[in-house]
């Protein structure tokens, strides 16, 4: 069985997790370092990046993560997991893994207040998927080699650059899981 890792140090990890279980795909709560050896692709859900990396500094993250990208194991970020993935963030000098190339905005749709539900149309995933966006970032700008997969309102919401997946919204608040699926299909494809 295809074993998905949620990183559990901060965030949406109960939902991430329940949505992968209802793929069929085994879920498995990453805190440990050492776990990332039994897993075959990783989600960074969403929650706050900041204190997410600082986290993953406290806890000696950092260089496992960029060892489990080197090892082409696909990774999934959403909404703060995706500003995780990014090689620039708006306003920043520095990226946290800086895996993903895509430049990110924080916040760039307001507030925890303007937060809303937005039908989208995902490539290779939905043309109905609705997309719940929290405080969420955006994709300014994307590298040669990285798929556009769903816009909103002129802006990207979602992109994916071989074994990387990213998002500007949360897949796992809702009872759709089509994005977790396509997800798990790309794992299932890294391992074949």
Known sequence: MTKIGVLGLQGAVREHVRSIEA???EAVVIKKVEQ???IDG???PGGESTTMRRLMD???FMEPLKQFAREGKPMFGTCAGLIILA???VGYDEPHLGL???TVERNSFGRQRE???ASLTIKGVADDFIGVFIRAPHIVSVGDDVDVLATYEDRIVAARQGQ??????HPELTDDHRMTKYFINMVKEAKE
Do not use: R, T
């Not at 990387?164 to 919204?169: I, K, M, P």
């Open 23 to 25: 793929c069929g795909a």
């Open 36 to 38: 990332l050896a039994h």
């Open 42 to 44: 990783l989600i960074i």
């Open 58 to 60: 406290k806890y000696g």
């Open 87 to 89: 090689k620039k963030i």
């Open 100 to 102: 993903m190339d895509i």
């Open 115 to 117: 937060s809303f539900e």
């Open 164 to 169: 990387f997946l990213g998002c500007s919204f």
